[in-house]
């Protein structure tokens, strides 16, 4: 029997634990792009619900360890593999409900209803992810207990059987076995499960280690320190294009010294020039480095911990309840000024901010519609990996909540457009849905890793252009990727193209590139927004 004791402390051993090894199962990500990592996500998930357990005292019933923790990670969960790993733990507040401690039976059926719910949230389930991880070592513990009510033992099959499943998931999933790694959800859920055991056995729980700074970086290196909250070990960012001098040494010799004074360290090598990033305490160093490499143009210093500050009391929103006084009220998740100002402009009441590397979780969306002034809300998730948490949050607001499956910014505002405030709820919807498929979407964006996806050799730091969310071709050049991508994009019917340039895009490229898209398309419509957006030098919209 395992008392609430020791599950509580199980689950704050198994937070700390993926916690510690958040970094590398982010590392697992198959798909290049910068987004909000698989380990992250799981790890802010289940880290929702530290603080509450630890409150808890030594005689607390595992119902109700159980039900904290689940209700936790629910209002925590971000991400698709966040909202999934809550979901498993529903499994534990339903089954453990009402129950002082628990035996083999209560475990084995918390798996299988936390595994059932997960794979009722997903609308196409795939598996090779977690999900086949959940479920075979669900399996596995019921063929257990048919023959055995001992706890322990069966814990220590759903593990040993979770790691099975886990090194199976590359021949369920040939992107997998291309990139040579197993599912990253599928490992952090191991991670999870594997501290849960040792606290079962007696062991004592994980400590956890003071987190490193994210290394992901953008080309033009746009710091995205203090998205994740993360300690800051390097004070400066420092960046730095080389015109090579004609006896140029290799370029690797500039990167190995700089890992040496930092991280973060990016040096992409051109036919002409160097392009240097790295986080350091000693800015000059890198500089007095670089010039043995050939003449300095453009040197930036930043200090990442007064901007780490300053985008926390920006970042910061409160959304005040409110009750309902309109028929309808929208909600959208946007990151970018302009972009914030596009939704608001055409009629969202709450924008929430995120998207791409920032993924809100689900009670940040649910107050957002809770301080929506109306009786149905529309919520605009505007991408992949925010939809299932915004599902979650329908299930605990106190009014009608809509999700629509918008995957892109242009698909969220095509969605807006064709609102009718005349129309009724089931006529809004379908007009809505039908005005986000038509939309074609394209971004350009920076690899965040080097990878072999999909045919592509992908170096750190190189131009992804997504086609509609796949990747269609990479480049070493922004403005002639998004001229590249837009042309593909354009069909014989299409009418209007909007342009949305993010913060590290200049307003003369921007406007370059739009006279370059007018001249080509006269007989099109084209739009150029300042979107100041993160992470996308361009969204471009086609319709």
């Known amino acids: 029997m395992i008392s609430g004791k020791i599950l509580r402390d199980a689950f704050i051993s198994a937070a700390n634990s993926i916690s510690n090894k958040k970094k590398s199962v982010d590392e697992l990500n198959v798909f290049p792009v910068p987004d909000g990592d698989t380990g992250t996500n799981m790890s802010m998930t289940i880290g929702n619900a530290v603080a509450e357990l630890k409150n808890m005292d030594d005689g607390v019933r595992v119902c109700d360890v159980a039900k904290a923790a689940a209700s936790a990670l629910l209002r925590g969960a971000r991400g698709n593999s966040g909202v999934i790993l809550s979901l498993i733990f529903r499994g534990f507040s339903k089954a453990l409900e009402g129950q002082e401690s628990m035996d083999s039976e209560h475990m084995v059926r918390a798996m299988e209803m936390g595994v059932d719910g997960a794979y009722k949230s997903v609308m196409k389930p795939t598996e090779g992810t977690i999900l086949t991880v959940a479920r075979e070592a669900a399996e596995k513990g019921r063929a257990l207990a048919l023959s055995s009510n001992d706890t322990l033992m069966i814990w220590d099959e759903i593990c040993r059987q979770a790691k099975l499943s886990l090194d199976e998931t590359p021949k369920l999933l040939p992107a997998l076995a291309k990139a040579g790694v197993v599912d990253a959800g599928g490992m952090g859920l191991l991670i999870i499960f594997e501290a849960m055991k040792d606290v079962f056995h007696g062991g004592d729980i994980v400590k956890a280690e003071a987190s490193g ?175 299932m948490a ?31 405030p005349d ?41 992804l252009c997504l086609d509609n969310g796949k990747l269609a071709f990479v480049d070493k050049d922004v403005a002639k990727a998004a001229y590249k991508l837009t042309k593909r994009l354009v069909k014989s019917d299409s009418s209007y193209i909007t342009i949305l340039y993010g913060a590290d895009v200049s307003d003369e490229a921007a406007e370059a590139l739009c006279s370059q898209v007018s001249a080509k398309y006269q007989h099109i419509d084209v739009n150029l927004i300042n979107g100041g957006q993160p992470v996308y030098y361009y969204i471009i919209s086609v319709e």
């Not at 100002?341 to 689900?362: E, I, K, L, W």
């Not at 329908?394 to 995957?407: G, P, S």
């Not at 005005?435 to 050799?457: M, P």
Request: include cysteine; glycine fraction near 6%; hydrophobic fraction near 35%.
């Open 213 to 387: 700074t994210k290394k992901i970086t953008v080309e033009t290196f746009a710091d995205t320190v203090g998205q994740f909250d993360e300690e800051i070990h390097f004070t400066y960012c420092t960046e730095m294009l080389i015109t090579k001098a004609r006896d140029c040494d290799d370029p690797s010799k500039l990167r190995a010294y700089l890992e040496t004074i930092g991280d973060c360290v990016v040096v992409v090598d051109d036919d002409e020039i160097i392009k240097v990033h790295v986080h350091t305490n000693d800015p000059g160093l890198a500089i007095q480095k670089g010039l043995e490499f050939g003449y300095i143009n453009l040197p930036k210093v930043e200090n990442m911990k007064m901007q780490h500050e300053r985008r926390q009391k920006e970042s910061k929103q409160e959304f005040i309840p409110a009750k309902p006084e309109k028929k309808y009220g929208f909600v959208a998740v946007a990151a970018g000024g302009g972009i914030e100002a596009m939704f608001r402009d055409v009629g969202v009441d709450c924008v929430v901010r995120g998207g791409q590397t920032m993924n809100p979780s689900t009670e940040d969306i649910l107050a957002a519609i809770m301080s929506c002034p109306a009786e149905t809300v529309f919520v605009l998730p505007n991408n992949k990996n925010i939809i």
């Open 390 to 420: 915004a599902e979650q949050a329908v299930k605990l607001a106190d009014r009608n909540v809509c999700v629509l499956q918008t995957r892109t910014i242009p698909q969220g505002m095509s969605a807006m457009l064709a609102f009718d």
């Open 423 to 463: 129309n009724d709820f089931n006529t809004n919807r379908l007009e809505m849905t039908k005005a986000l498929e038509r939309v074609s979407t394209g971004q350009i964006t920076f690899a965040a890793r080097d990878s072999d996806y999909e045919g592509h050799q992908i170096k750190q730091g190189e131009i």
